[in-house]
C-alpha cells in the first residue's frame, strides 16, 4: 500500500487503526469503510488478525464487505491458512459476510475441524454460508464428526449449522445416533429434535437426549 504525504487523510485513518483507543480505532474502521479505499484492504485484514476488542473486529469485517471482492478475497483466502487462530476465525467470519462462493474450495475438512472452538465455529458458519448447491449433504457428513465436541456453546454452533442444512443434515444425524460415543449420540439426537422443532430450546433437548442415551436408548424407538 503507498500512501503519499499529500494523502492527510488516509494517513489519519491508518494512524487511527493503530490507535491505542478502541474508540478510534472503530472511529477509523467505520471512515475506511463508509469510504472505500483499496489500499487499506491488507491493512484491514491485518488489523483483524490482531485486534482484541469485537466490535472493533465487526467494524473491520464490515469495511472489507465494503471493498471489491476481487481485492478481498485473496487477501483473506489467505488468512484461513495462518497459524494465528484469530486470523484464521476472523477471516472465516468475513467470508461469510461476503457471501462469495469462490471462497467454498478453502473450507477444508481441517478448518471444520480445528483444534481451536472458535475456528471451528465460525468455519461451520461460513460453511453453511457458502456451500454450493448440492453439496450439503456432504457437508453435513463432515459436521456429524464434530457432534460432542467442546462445551454448550459450541455445541450449539454445530447443532444450528446442521439445522440450517435443513433435510441434507437428515441421513448424516441418524448415522450419528449410533456412534460408540455417548456425548455424539446425544448431541445428535438433541439436533435431530431442533431439526424437528426448532421452537424447542437447546438445553432442553441436550437433557432429553443425555437421558435416553444413559437408559440405552437411541431415540428411534417411536419413530
Not at 460415543?181 to 432442553?204: I, N, V
Request: charge should be neutral; proline fraction near 5%; aromatic fraction near 4%.
Amino acid at each position: 500500500m503507498t500512501i503519499t504525504r499529500q494523502d492527510p487523510e488516509a494517513i489519519r485513518a491508518l494512524q487511527g487503526l493503530e490507535d491505542g483507543r478502541s474508540s478510534v480505532r472503530l472511529r477509523s474502521a467505520l471512515a475506511v469503510g463508509t469510504t472505500p479505499d483499496p489500499r487499506f484492504v491488507g491493512k484491514l485484514v491485518e488489523r483483524c488478525a490482531i485486534e482484541p476488542e469485537f466490535f472493533v473486529r465487526d467494524m473491520l469485517t464490515w469495511a472489507l464487505t465494503r471493498h471489491p471482492v476481487s481485492m478481498t478475497l485473496p487477501e483473506l483466502l489467505r488468512e484461513v491458512r495462518s497459524e494465528r487462530t484469530q486470523a484464521r476465525s476472523q477471516a472465516l467470519h468475513t467470508l461469510s459476510k461476503i457471501g462469495d462462493r469462490q471462497a467454498w474450495p478453502a473450507i477444508t475438512r481441517t478448518l471444520l475441524s480445528d483444534a481451536d472452538d472458535e475456528v471451528a465455529r465460525t468455519a461451520w458458519r461460513a460453511a453453511v454460508v457458502l456451500v454450493p448447491e448440492g453439496e450439503e449433504s456432504a457437508l453435513a457428513t463432515v459436521l456429524v464428526t464434530q457432534l460432542g465436541r467442546g462445551e454448550r456453546e459450541t455445541q450449539l454452533s454445530l447443532s444450528r449449522a446442521l439445522v440450517a442444512l435443513g433435510e441434507a443434515s437428515v441421513p448424516a444425524l441418524r448415522s450419528a445416533t449410533t456412534a460408540p460415543d455417548p456425548g455424539m449420540r446425544a448431541h445428535a439426537l438433541a439436533t435431530q429434535r431442533l431439526l424437528r422443532d426448532p421452537d424447542t430450546g437447546f438445553e432442553f433437548a441436550i437433557e432429553e437426549a443425555k437421558r435416553v442415551v444413559a437408559l440405552g436408548g437411541s431415540g428411534r424407538e417411536g419413530q
